[in-house]
C-alpha cells in the first residue's frame, strides 16, 4: 500500500514531498526523490515508466534441482551459501504530501521499510543469502548510520522487486551501488513467494548464484549439493581480532527509552561472535562502560579485567561447531553476571550442559511473537537464527524464560542461581520492533544486584 502511495506521488507531477522535520523516534524524512532510472514524462502521465532491466542475466539454482532465473544487481560471480528468507515488514513512518502553491495538506504517505541494510550488515548472516518475502525493497537506499557492523558479510540478498526510485532524507547511495562496491551479489525479479513456500515445506536449501553463462545448471547444481554450512565455525571470519573500547549510544533523538538512563555505570565485556552495533549501543544508552574483544579471548583476561557483567553476541553458524566459545563461556559462568543474545544465548545452552540443534527453516523477521514467561507479556520481536536450544537436553535449575508462539521454541534462559539471562532473538532490534529493549535494563540491574550485594 504505501509503496503503491509513493508511486502515485512520484508519477503525478503536481505533487511533492514536503523537508519535514523528522517525526520523533523516526529516521526518515522524505526531501528527495532520486531515481536509478529517468522516468519518461509519458511514463511518468500514465504510470510505466520504462524499466532499466530487459532479459534475465543470473540464475538462482537450488540443491533441489529447481532452477530460478532473475536479473543481477550488485556483483557478478558465483557464490553458494544457504537460503534463508526473512519476513521483516515493520515500521513505518507518515509523512504529509502538500500539493501545489497552496501548500494544502492533501494526505499522508505510510512509508514502509524493512530494516534491509541492518539486515545486510548483520554479521549472523554470513554464509547466508537472505530471500526477503517483502516484494519491494531498496526505496530508502543506504545511508551513514544504520550500519550493523564494519562490513556486509552475507551471501547474497534475493528480491522480488528492486525499487527504481530511492527516497530518503539520509539516502547516500542506492543499493545497487552499496552492494556492487561490497562485492555482495543481489538478484532480483525472481518468485520469492514460491522459494519461501519451498523452504517452508523442505526446509533450508543450499543454493549456488551466478551471473556466469560459462557455467552449466549441472556444474551449479554439483556446487550447491558440495557445500554445507553445518558444523563449519563462520564466528572467528566476523569477530573482531583486537579488543576496543566502545563508546557511541543510541542517538537522543531516537532514543525511545532515554528516561531509564542509569547514573551509576557498569563495566561490561562484550564477546565479539559477530556483535551488532546495536547490542553495544543500547548498552551504552543504559549506562554501561564496554570493551568488545575477540571470541578467542581468554576467561582468565576477561576476569582481570573486573567486569560487572559479561556479554556474549550474536553471530553467525552453527552453535555447536565452536567448542572453545563454549569453554569460554563455561569457565566464566558463576563468576560475572552473564547475558547472551542469539548465538550467545546457544553457547550459554550448552555451557550449562543442554544441546543445540537445527531447525527447519529458522526464524529470520521482525514479527515474531515471544510469550515472556516472567512478566505474561507477549512481546513481537526481530529474531534471526536457524538453530535453537532444546530445553529438554538443559539440567534442573535452568529456566525457560520465553517461548516462540509460532513454534513453541526456546526463546530465552534464565539460571538465577549463577546470574546468567540469556535471549534467543534481538531486543536491540533496528529499526525495531522494540517491546524487549527493557531486557538490557534487567541486565543492569541483575549487574547491580551482584555488584552491591557484597
Ligand atoms: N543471530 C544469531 O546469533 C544466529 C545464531 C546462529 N548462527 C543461528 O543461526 O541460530
Not at 514536503?18 to 532520486?34: E, Q
Not at 543470473?58 to 551459501?81: C, M, N, Y
Not at 515493520?90 to 501548500?103: A, H, K, M, P
Amino acid at each position: 500500500m504505501a509503496t503503491q502511495g509513493l508511486n502515485f506521488a512520484l508519477n503525478n507531477p503536481s505533487t511533492f514531498f514536503a523537508p519535514n522535520k523528522p517525526p520523533r523516534h523516526s529516521k526518515f524524512r522524505i526531501v528527495t526523490v532520486k531515481c536509478s532510472a529517468p522516468l519518461s514524462s509519458e511514463g511518468a502521465a500514465t504510470g510505466l515508466a520504462e524499466r532499466p532491466w530487459n532479459v534475465a542475466n543470473a540464475r538462482l539454482v537450488l540443491e533441489d534441482g529447481s532452477i530460478w532465473r532473475a536479473k543481477s544487481f550488485g556483483a557478478s560471480g558465483t557464490q553458494v551459501g544457504e537460503v534463508v528468507f526473512n519476513t521483516s515488514l515493520t515500521g513505518f513512518s507518515e509523512y504529509e504530501i502538500i500539493l501545489g502553491v497552496r501548500e494544502a495538506v492533501v494526505g499522508r504517505i505510510s512509508y514502509e521499510l524493512t530494516g534491509y541494510q541492518e539486515i545486510l550488515t548483520d554479521p549472523s548472516y554470513a554464509g547466508q543469502f537472505v530471500l526477503m518475502t517483502n516484494p519491494h525493497i531498496g526505496n530508502t537506499g543506504v545511508n551513514f548510520d544504520d550500519e550493523e557492523s564494519r562490513q556486509c558479510f552475507l551471501a547474497g540478498l534475493v528480491i522480488r522487486s528492486l525499487s527504481i526510485g530511492t527516497s530518503n532524507w539520509r539516502c547516500a547511495e542506492t543499493l545497487g551501488n552499496y552492494l556492487a562496491e561490497r562485492n555482495i551479489m543481489g538478484i532480483y525479479d525472481v518468485d520469492t513467494r514460491a522459494i519461501t513456500r519451498r523452504l517452508r515445506q523442505d526446509g533450508s536449501l543450499i543454493g549456488v548464484l551466478s551471473t556466469e553463462e560459462s557455467k552449466s545448471d549441472q556444474e551449479l547444481l554439483e556446487m550447491s549439493r558440495s557445500w554445507d554450512i553445518v558444523g563449519i565455525d563462520l564466528i572467528s571470519d566476523v569477530s573482531c581480532k583486537e579488543p576496543f573500547e566502545w563508546v557511541e549510544s543510541t542517538k537522543p533523538d531516537w532514543d525511545f527509552n532515554n528516561h531509564e538512563r542509569n547514573s551509576k555505570t557498569y563495566r561490561v565485556i562484550a564477546y565479539d561472535f559477530g556483535i551488532k552495533h546495536n547490542i553495544l549501543r543500547r548498552l551504552a544508552s543504559y549506562g554501561c562502560q564496554i570493551i568488545v574483544v575477540p571470541s578467542t579471548w581468554p576467561a582468565s583476561e576477561t576476569l582481570k579485567l573486573k567486569p560487572d557483567g559479561v556479554l556474549f553476541s550474536n553471530g553467525p553458524g552453527d552453535p555447536s561447531a565452536v567448542p572453545y566459545a563454549v569453554a569460554i563461556v563455561k569457565e566464566l559462568l558463576g563468576k560475572v553476571p552473564v547475558f547472551g543474545i542469539c548465538m550467545g544465548h546457544q553457547l550459554l545452552g550448552q555451557a550449562l550442559g543442554g544441546k543445540t540443534f537445527k531447525m527447519k527453516f529458522g526464524h529470520h523477521g521482525g514479527n515474531h511473537p515471544v510469550h515472556n514467561i516472567q512478566n505474561g507479556r507477549v512481546e513481537i520481536s526481530a529474531q534471526n537464527h536457524n538453530y535453537a536450544v532444546d530445553p529438554a537436553t538443559l539440567p534442573k535449575g535452568v529456566e525457560v524464560t520465553h517461548i516462540n508462539l509460532n513454534d513453541g521454541t526456546c526463546a530465552g534462559l534464565a539460571y538465577p542461581a549463577l546470574n546468567v539471562m540469556s535471549l534467543q532473538y534481538h531486543p536491540e532490534a533496528s529499526p525495531g520492533p522494540h517491546d524487549s529493549d527493557c531486557v538490557f535494563r534487567d541486565f543492569v540491574e541483575l549487574m547491580k544486584s551482584v555488584k552491591y550485594r557484597a
